[in-house]
């Protein structure tokens, strides 16, 4: 009977120096480290900005709507890199989200045995230590020559829709999009199976209890409850898709074009960089990349700002949605 | 419980502590022994178009010589300058030479710069044609209209009137070129832009390290273009002859000036006969961009070793001029040949040879040759 008072009485004392000292530490070293990463940030914006500015001054606007890229006369647009950017990351992307929501759903739902789980679940997040380079091998020696048969019957046989205007050569939009999809594939699918693993199992047994399907429960209940996380994981996969090089840089092409063909050849912004950074000589060379680089970081925070905004949205309208779900 | 786990890994983070010990301890003592402190290492970079030669022969010269280390990094003609220039490297190399604009940026204090061309190597348009035998031979107005896109398919009159003996597909032509900027593009559009001269066209690419292709698609790298024709059928492209070479690809015979179609050959005989008589100017920034000779093959270039007339570091010096010295040598001239490239002329290894003496350790500045 003496033992807990005395314990209870050890839990209850006031805060010794130590702990305040602790604590305090604690919240200021928080701080600085959130700080730390918006001043990075800050300052990588800074700095490309300022080197950028001879650019930025001598072409403006011009320089996103143009299409030609000539170092040797000075002039410089990325039309064609925006445009192959944006193409092969939503390729990827909507690929990506398909994959990677329907294998979390699979991973979650209790469709296959635990040990199973924790298997294909690990092998997934595997995928995402594959080093970018060993993608692009992947990609040009089994990608392309698999998939080129049936681009290329495409291209023959429906060749009038402009998706298949061109024949698959070797490199080009479909096979980088591809690759991509894959490499952002683990992001997706691992955040996607958090978000409807926290799905209150109440919520689940409710609808189950109510006569809901399997099927009726993870579209009326699951999905619609997890959306949040899931366009949090969509996004996150874009932002990667937007910034990825070196698989991009082997497989889409270099070419500067603007084709509506799958098949076409292209260029992306991270490759345009990766291309020319290293030998880039005059301010003005230099510059022409920066804005090039400070373009695709604009590209990639109206991504994460437009998918915040889905969200926001989304998630007012989160409990009229699960009520209905439920509901029915 | 939670004791009894935290124990057991503590145990393992032990085991593994041992491990990173055993392994690391070894490591350290190698590198502890291994650097004696009359060991030099000199870094270069620059040009991918030499390196194979290169790196072979900076190997075999620290095989000879255990106490001089010498690195270098293919990273591009471009890089190679802008690393030189910056003093990161004791010395550069590019396919492209220098233009007056590069050097004017060398800091002061390297005395000027002497460009050493310590090797020459073959341009070769290398393809990927399906189903034909033996080499497609091309004329002048074949492989320039290629490379302007005036000839589109393999097919074409042009390129068949040449060929005979073969039967060529009807495949689309892709043209294939480096996505960097690099050495062996401005050694192969100055032969393109001379060619054209001769033949009244307008060459509209230009001449550059990096220039505007009109559909084409690019790789990084002698090694990447040379990758990217294998994959792609139809595809031609400009390589090295070493890389087209490691690679399998068949290469094209081109005429050159004198109408002669000519092989390029791994014995360097037709590049040889390429370097012969061009003029050697002061700065031996040789150019041969159309060869005369009936047996050249038509797309020749030296390529340059770039370093400061003069160092602040004797040793340095010292080392990099007994380097250079030695890779002239007839023994390493007949490795060059044996990689693919081109032997130097003798009056050319000559003039290298003074050159190199000229190299000074002294503040005071030496006047070039």
Redesign the interface.
């Known amino acids: 009977m003496k033992t807990p008072t005395v314990e209870r009485r050890s839990i209850a004392r006031p805060p010794t120096a130590r702990d305040l000292a602790v604590d305090a530490s604690f919240k200021w070293a928080t701080r600085a480290f959130a700080a730390f990463s918006a001043v990075v940030v800050t300052l990588i914006v800074i700095l490309i900005s300022k080197e950028a500015m001879p650019a930025i001054l001598k072409y403006g606007p011009s320089f996103v709507v143009s299409r ?6 000075g002039q410089f647009g990325i039309l064609p890199e925006i445009f192959g950017t944006l193409l092969t990351s939503s390729i990827g992307v909507v690929l990506a989200a398909v994959f990677g929501i329907a294998g979390a759903v699979f991973l979650t739902e209790e469709f296959i045995p635990l040990w199973l789980e924790n298997i294909l679940k690990n092998v997934i997040t595997l995928l995402a230590a594959i080093p970018s380079v060993v993608y692009g091998l992947w990609g ?1 020696f089994v990608v ?1 020559p698999a998939i080129r048969p049936t681009c290329n019957w495409l291209h023959a046989h429906m060749g009038w829709i402009p998706l298949f205007r061109t ?1 698959l ?3 080009g939009i479909l096979p980088a999009a591809l690759v991509l999809a894959i490499m952002i594939l683990p992001t997706v699918t691992a955040i996607s199976r958090d978000a409807i693993a926290a799905v209150d199992p109440l919520l689940r047994e409710a609808a189950f209890g109510m006569g809901a399907t399997r099927w009726e429960t993870i579209w009326g209940v699951t999905l619609p409850t997890s959306r949040r996380g899931i366009y949090g994981s969509i996004v996150l996969g874009l932002g990667r898709a937007l910034g990825e090089t070196m698989a991009l ?2 497989l889409v ?5 603007i084709s509506p063909s799958l098949f076409s ?1 292209a260029d992306t912004l991270a ?1 345009l960089l ?3 950074f ?4 005059s301010a003005l060379d230099l510059g022409a990349l920066m804005y090039a680089a400070l373009v695709l970081l604009i590209l990639t925070l109206l991504v994460n700002v437009g998918g915040e905004w889905i969200m926001r949205r989304d998630s007012t309208s989160k409990s009229a949605v699960g009520e209905k779900a439920v509901s029915k | 419980m939670v004791r009894a786990s935290g124990g057991r890994r503590s145990m393992i983070s032990l085991r593994h502590l041992h491990l990173l010990l055993a392994f690391a301890l070894p490591m350290l003592g190698v590198q502890g022994c291994a650097a004696p402190s009359d060991e030099v290492t000199l870094q270069g970079s620059g040009a991918t178009f030499p390196a194979p030669l290169y790196k072979r022969w900076f190997l075999e010269y620290y095989q000879q010589n255990h106490a001089i280390r010498v690195n270098y990094s293919p990273i591009g003609s471009g890089a190679g300058i802008r690393q030189f220039t910056s003093g990161l490297v004791s010395f550069g190399a590019s396919d492209a030479g220098m233009s007056e604009k590069e050097i004017s940026r060398l800091p002061e204090k390297y005395g000027g710069v002497l460009l050493l061309p310590m090797t020459a190597g073959l341009i070769v348009l290398s393809y990927n044609v399906p189903g034909i035998s033996g080499p497609i031979r091309l004329s002048r107005s074949a492989y320039l209209n290629i490379f302007l896109r005036k000839t589109t398919n393999w097919n074409a009159d042009e390129i068949a009137k040449s060929n005979p003996g073969l039967s060529l597909p009807n495949q689309s032509i892709t043209m294939v070129t480096r996505a960097d900027s690099s050495g062996t593009t401005y050694a192969f559009t100055s032969h393109m832009a001379a060619v054209s001269k001769a033949m009244n066209v307008e060459w509209t690419p230009g001449v550059d390290k990096s220039v505007p292709w009109k559909e084409s698609i690019a790789a990084q790298g002698n090694d990447g273009v040379a990758a990217l024709i294998q994959l792609t059928p139809g595809a031609i492209g400009y390589v090295e002859f070493g890389y087209a070479k490691l690679a399998g690809l068949p290469m094209a015979a081109l005429e050159n000036q004198s109408h002669q179609f000519i092989l390029p050959d791994g014995k360097g005989k037709s590049g040889a006969k390429a370097l012969e008589g061009a003029t050697v100017p002061n700065d031996l920034q040789i150019r041969a961009p159309d060869p005369t000779s009936a047996e050249a093959y038509p797309i020749v270039t030296y390529t340059w070793i770039l370093v400061r007339k003069h160092y602040e570091d004797k040793r340095d010096a010292d080392t990099l001029k007994a380097l250079l010295l030695h890779c002239l040598e007839d023994g390493q001239q007949s490795l060059a040949q044996d990689l693919g490239y081109v032997t130097l002329p003798s009056a050319v290894v000559a003039r290298l040879r003074a050159a190199i003496q000229t190299i000074t350790t002294t503040p005071q500045r030496m006047q070039q040759p």
Do not use: Y
């Open positions: 030609h890229w000539d170092a040797g006369k040009i392309i024949p050569l070797s490199v840089a082997m092409g270099s070419a500067n074009v050849p490759a990766a291309n020319k290293p030998e880039a000589a």
